[in-house]
């Protein structure tokens, strides 16, 4: 496969440097093919590319983008993470009606903000076939910090199967993915290691796992994905290129359907500088994970003559995404060893969670029996959100801990209210939802114009969840005060309970959803209402 | 009986949602099948088991087939329509019509329970009355042994329970009949795994006495070979 960049920068209007702050884009949402591993599959592109074109777009400019649906089906863009008039987000049955075949959509906004975000499609698993891309809005007044050169590398993943047969598949048999089950001789192997009392506690571990119908494998819904940098696989080798003695600006970007990455440039210190899009103080790490729909932007300076490689380890192990920085095309580097396929542990086990039978259930219930036992994931723990001031030795990994906003926010009252929300999910039936209701069965989630509201997720599933708010920012509630870092995207890991202040300054409705795509498609999805505000 | 079949047709053809958030309740389907043969007695019996649902995530359209050929005959032969509902996490309550075609044809009211009990066994039970008013129940469960990520050992019980005797049809009252079996599959795909099974079946009470009386043992191992489908 050799699908290179070359829409990277097929806009219609040429980039002045002047900035007209008025330019006008167009994109033709369309089939395309691709094939991985010798397997073709059709997808869906933009302007014929996965990912699209970059759309680089000016803090105060007015941008209109004329969408063209050239598919036999309803399609849609939205642009995430920016704020703007919730008609133009771009959400089909929330923003408007989508945008049928044959038809050209106009959408308008005013960029108000700056940094690195992307747009991808909203309708039906479009997403997951292709339809993504990134956007760079440069700033008015200039950034705090300094760089050379810049390059977008926008991870994702593609399976050789449709996600359409993919969700149908996991809606069968939720493991149906899952190669990595427990075996009989796993068992025994731990058995045999463990020592004296130990070896009573992997049989009551693997009892306590079986009496509540949870798999400790059970680490991602599917496996299989072929792991891409800027839509190329580890062996086409994606090369950003650098000349000696500069600054390089690296814009991450998690597009994945369904895959969380460990991030890390071996040879290189990488200092992070915004999240989301936001300015952030500086800080520099050896290690980052970046969740479904983040975006990080970091700094390296590699040496001259040297390559490095940009490895983006899949949070499984399953695979990575590769690409290498170099001076000359075409350049590599070593490849880092994946290691170990991480596995849910159970740590604090109380005595009272083991009657867990038919009478117990309650109907359409979550309950995962997580109530006095802790979860965390092994071997591949240190992707935690603790301090890693903690970390004395060994790489440094960023957290969520260590985001401090550069400057603080204009709206730093103290929330009106907090709103829990519970992440749940089936998997016998491979529903996700939100307090046990998925998006077919609930309401909106109605917020009041101006109010600040605190949304506490509390995840009691097995899972990872990225939660994405649209039009509205959430500050993280991370210990940082008036210096949260502000957020379109929080993930939220299993068992882990996580705030974030909302300020609620802009009217219409809005998605909210997981940005794990299969989740979001079987239910882990509201509606938000904003009540009141401006006409 | 063939308008649950038509109900089956249209859930099937329901279209999507195309939304990206699935609105209400989209369709998904689920067939599993085994067909195996033995040798019993100096006959090749050729025997399936399937099921399989249409429908929503909480509400579907469930059906189960199995039979038995022997040298080419129907021995028996029975099919059930249910309407399916998720009621807790793990459980489905069923109520519907099950048809016998051979050995002759009955036709009976069904309600049962069928889920993932824990330890990830597999349940069905279900009580079944005919139309002249005769109560039987089964039971059925299912676990399995991983030894690789393909090659898997399913152990199984399956045990016929009877209300009343009935001497036509060589019943006792009570537990009648018991099925004690291991299956061992390999699985190539998800939809592909050929199997061998040794089912070990053994009479209990009067109906034990009649099986003694017509066969002289009350008791019988068989060794099947199969192939499990799933679609």
Request: with cysteine; proline share 5%.
């Amino acid at each position: 496969m050799r699908l290179k960049l070359a829409g990277l920068l097929i806009v219609t209007s040429t980039l002045s440097a002047s900035a007209a702050l008025a330019d006008v884009y167009d994109l033709k949402i369309d089939q395309f093919e691709r094939t991985v591993e010798g397997k073709t599959l059709t997808g869906v592109s933009i302007n014929g590319a996965s990912p699209g074109p970059l759309l680089r777009l000016h803090e105060g400019e007015d941008v209109t983008i004329n969408v063209t649906n050239t598919l036999a089906v309803d399609t849609s863009l939205h642009w995430h993470g920016i704020i703007l008039n919730a008609k133009m987000d771009g959400v089909p049955g929330i923003s408007f009606d989508g945008i049928a075949p044959g038809e050209t959509y106009t959408y308008h906004f005013t960029a108000k903000q700056s940094g690195t975000y992307w747009y991808h499609g909203h309708s039906a698993l479009q997403e997951q076939e292709g339809v993504f891309a990134p956007i760079i809005i440069e700033p008015a007044a200039p950034e705090p910090f300094q760089y050379d050169r810049e390059h977008v590398v926008i991870l994702s993943d593609w399976l050789n199967d449709s996600p359409y047969k993919a969700l149908a598949n996991l809606k069968k048999r939720s493991n149906y993915y899952n190669y990595n089950r427990r075996t009989v001789f796993d068992l025994w192997r731990d058995w045999r290691n463990a020592d004296g009392a130990q070896k009573t506690n992997v049989i009551k571990e693997r009892l306590a796992w079986g009496r509540m119908r949870m798999d400790p494998s059970d680490i991602v819904d599917i496996t299989g994905y072929t792991f891409l940098v800027n839509g190329e696989t580890p062996q086409d080798n994606w090369n950003a290129l650098f000349e000696p003695g500069e600054k390089i600006r690296l814009r991450f970007i998690n597009a994945a359907a369904m895959t969380y990455f460990d991030v890390k440039i071996p040879g290189l210190k990488m200092t992070v500088v915004q999240a989301d899009g936001q300015n952030i103080e500086p800080i520099s790490v050896d290690e980052f994970p970046i969740a479904i729909a983040e975006t990080f932007d970091v700094i390296v300076e590699p040496e001259a003559g040297k390559s490095y490689t940009i490895f983006a380890a899949a949070k499984d192990r399953s695979g990575y995404a590769r690409g290498t920085i170099s001076e000359t095309p075409g350049a590599e580097a070593a490849i880092p060893e994946l290691g170990p396929r991480p596995e849910l542990t159970m740590t604090a086990m109380g005595g009272s969670h083991g009657d867990h039978g038919i009478t117990n259930d309650k109907p359409k219930s979550a309950e995962t029996g997580m109530e006095g036992m802790a979860m965390g994931m092994s071997a591949d723990d240190h992707a935690g959100y603790g301090s890693m001031s903690a970390m004395e030795t060994g790489p440094i990994v960023l957290s969520y801990a260590d985001l401090r906003a550069l400057t603080p926010y204009t709206d730093r009252r103290a929330p009106d209210r907090e709103i829990e929300l519970r992440l749940t999910g089936n998997m016998e039936r491979y529903v996700w939802s939100i307090d046990d209701v998925k998006f077919g069965d609930a309401g909106p989630l109605e917020l009041n114009y101006g109010e600040r509201v605190r949304i506490t997720f509390k995840n009691e599933t097995m899972m990872e969840h990225p939660m994405h708010l649209h039009g509205l920012w959430m500050d993280l509630v991370n210990g940082e005060g008036d210096m949260a870092p502000r957020k379109h995207t929080i993930t939220i890991r299993p068992g882990e309970t996580i705030s974030a202040d909302v300020t609620v300054d802009a009217t219409g409705s809005w998605a909210f959803h997981c940005h794990i795509l299969q989740h979001a498609a079987t239910g882990m999805f509201r509606k938000v209402t904003v009540i009141g505000g401006p006409q | 009986m063939k308008y649950i079949f038509l109900l089956a047709g249209v859930l099937a053809t329901a279209p999507a949602s195309p939304a990206f958030a699935a609105e209400g309740d989209p369709v998904y389907n689920y067939t599993l099948m085994e067909a195996d043969i033995a040798e019993i007695d100096n006959e090749t019996v050729g025997a399936w088991d399937a099921q399989g649902w249409i429908g929503g995530d909480y509400n579907r359209f469930w059906w189960k087939s199995e039979g038995a050929l022997t040298d080419g005959n129907f021995e028996d032969a029975e099919i059930q329509a249910l309407y399916s509902r998720n009621i807790s996490r793990f459980w489905d309550a069923q109520v519907g019509v099950r048809y016998d075609l051979e050995p002759k044809g009955e036709t009976y009211g069904v309600i049962g329970l069928q889920g993932l009990a824990p330890y990830f066994f597999e349940v069905d039970a279900a009580a079944f009355v005919s139309s002249s008013g005769e109560v039987s129940a089964r039971f059925d469960a299912t676990g399995e042994l991983l030894f690789t990520q393909r090659l898997i050992l399913e152990p199984g019980v399956a045990f016929d329970f009877f209300a009343e005797r009935d001497r036509s049809r060589q019943i006792g009252s009570g537990l009648s009949t018991a099925e004690f079996s291991a299956q061992l599959r390999y699985e190539f795909t998800r939809e592909l795994a050929p199997y061998v099974e040794l089912a070990y079946q053994k009479a209990y009470g009067e109906t034990a006495d009649f099986q003694r009386a017509a066969t002289g043992s009350d008791d019988d191992t068989v060794f099947k070979i199969g192939l499990r489908t799933m679609f």
